[in-house]
Each structure stands twice: as structure tokens, then as C-alpha cells.
Nanobody, 126 residues
């Protein structure tokens, strides 16, 4: 069992930055792939980024590549999402998720993850 808590959301102007954190409790955090997803009003939840278990290989949606960076600190049971050059279209509730996903081909799929946080709101004003 893994519990996830996101933090770090807020209101920022376009071009600004935010760093989201996903703190996990429970055992074997380093054995889980961690993904970030987001959901804007009236839209489906979509993949943002993911990081593999111990080696920490990263994957990004095309819409955030070059602007967002995902990282993990297994000693602190925490995953971060550094978001730079934010745009109004980045406005959404951001969720982190954990799963024992065994192929990067499935990192993008919501159903690959077993545990979800409650989400943190990110609002980017123009």
C-alpha cells in the first residue's frame, strides 16, 4: 500500500515556474514507477511525465518536453516535477501516481498505476 500526497501547486503568471512534490508513504517506494498526470476542467486526465524505478529514466508528454523536469529522491520517498516556462494551457489539477509498471510503453496509461494522490491545483494566468 502506498499513500501519495502532492504539494506545491498555486497561482503563477505565464512564463513563471513552480515545483510540485509528491511525497509517498509506505514500503518499497523505489520499486514503483511514478507518473504525473493532469486534468483541466472539462477534459480527460492526461499524462505529463513519468520516472522509472531506481535508474530514474524519464519520459515526457510532447506538450511539456523541454519545460518540465521530473526527478526522484528515493531516500526521501519523494518525486518532484519542476515546471518552467508555464503557459495558461498548463492550468489543471496535477496528480501523481505510483505503479509497478514493467514497460515504458505503459507509462502513459492511467490504468497502469495503482495508487493516486488527491491532486494539487496549478493555475497559470496570462
Amino acid at each position: 500500500q502506498v499513500q501519495l500526497v502532492e504539494s506545491g501547486g498555486g497561482l503563477v503568471q505565464a512564463g513563471g515556474s513552480l515545483r510540485l512534490s509528491c511525497a509517498a508513504s509506505g514500503r518499497s517506494f523505489s520499486t514503483y514507477v511514478i507518473g504525473w498526470f493532469r486534468q483541466a476542467p472539462g477534459k480527460e486526465r492526461e499524462f505529463v511525465a513519468a520516472i522509472s524505478r531506481s535508474v530514474g529514466v524519464t519520459y515526457y508528454a510532447d506538450s511539456v518536453k523541454g519545460r518540465f523536469t521530473i526527478s526522484r529522491d528515493n531516500a526521501k520517498n519523494t518525486v518532484y516535477l519542476q515546471m518552467n516556462s508555464l503557459k495558461p494551457e498548463d492550468t489543471a489539477v496535477y496528480y501523481c501516481a505510483a505503479g509497478r509498471v514493467y514497460s515504458p510503453s505503459y507509462y502513459y496509461i492511467l490504468g497502469s498505476y495503482d495508487y493516486w494522490g488527491q491532486g494539487t491545483q496549478v493555475t497559470v494566468s496570462s
